[in-house]
Nanobody
Framework: QVQLVESGGGLVQAGDSLRVSCAAS????????MGWFRQVPGKEREFVAA????????NYADSVKGRFTISRDNALNTVYLQMNSLKPEGTAVYYC?????????????????WGQGTQVTVST
């Protein structure tokens, strides 16, 4: 079992940067691929970024490539999402997820554990 707790969300202006974090506890964190997803009311949860257990492979949604960076610190059991040049359409609840697979997949069905989410609001 893995418990995930997100933090760092908030209200920012378009063009600003924000870093959200996800702290994991429970089973060995380093064996899991980790992902970030986001969801707005009335829409499906969508993939944002993912990172392999070693940190050597990453995946990004086309909408965030070049602006967002996912990273992890296995010693701290934490994964980060650095978001730069934020846009109003980035407003959503951001969820952290852990997958028993080593691959940084894009499907929600690959992920076994989820956090409660952190709200990110980007104003114009």
């Amino acid at each position: 079992q893995v418990q995930l707790v997100e933090s760092g969300g908030g209200l920012v202006q378009a063009g600003d940067s924000l870093r959200v974090s996800c702290a994991a506890s429970g089973r060995t964190f380093s064996i899991y691929a980790m992902g970030w997803f986001r969801q707005v009311p009335g829409k499906e949860r969508e993939f944002v970024a993912a990172i392999s257990w070693s940190g050597g492979r990453t995946n990004y949604a086309d909408s965030v490539k070049g602006r967002f960076t996912i990273s992890r610190d296995n010693a701290l059991n934490t994964v980060y999402l650095q978001m730069n040049s934020l846009k109003p359409e980035g407003t959503a609840v951001y969820y952290c997820a852990a997958s028993r697979s080593s691959s940084p997949g894009v499907s929600i069905f690959q992920y076994d554990y989820w956090g409660q989410g952190t709200q990110v609001t980007v104003s114009t």
